[in-house]
Nanobody, 124 residues
Framework: VQLVESGGGAVQAGGSLRLSCTASGRTFSSYAIGWFRQAPGKEREFVAAVDWSGLKTSYSDSVKGRVTVSRDNAKNTVYLQMNILEVEDTAVYFC????WGGGKSVSPSVYQYWGQGTLVTVSS
């Protein structure tokens, strides 16, 4: 499966962005999708994940309450709605696919496929 992220950009603190992760292939609904981010000089960190059905989600403590992950299997797309953005949210955001994942995997090594990333810049 190939993943393509979109929706990144520059926004002021307190603003919102919605990232999209669109996949190719007919088996999209068999993958859990995770969102990760990587800031300059830092390791890639887990942000959120959703299982194949869209019913099970998980979030990191740093974004819980501000971020919502959802998916539309008919459109082969997973969304990451980010609200009340903070300067600390500045990073390249990646989506990744895990075959038959439960939507709770936080380790990047578990995911088999990755997108190229989209940059989110939050200014004060």
């Amino acid at each position: 499966v190939q993943l393509v992220e979109s929706g990144g950009g520059a926004v002021q603190a307190g603003g919102s962005l919605r990232l999209s992760c669109t996949a190719s292939g007919r088996t999209f609904s068999s993958y859990a999708i995770g969102w990760f981010r990587q800031a300059p000089g830092k390791e890639r960190e887990f942000v959120a994940a959703v299982d194949w059905s869209g019913l099970k989600t998980s979030y990191s403590d740093s974004v819980k309450g501000r971020v919502t992950v959802s998916r539309d299997n008919a459109k082969n797309t997973v969304y990451l709605q980010m609200n009340i953005l903070e300067v600390e949210d500045t990073a390249v955001y990646f989506c990744a696919a895990e075959v038959w994942g439960g939507g709770k995997s936080v380790s990047p090594s578990v995911y088999q496929y990755w997108g190229q990333g989209t940059l989110v810049t939050v200014s004060s």
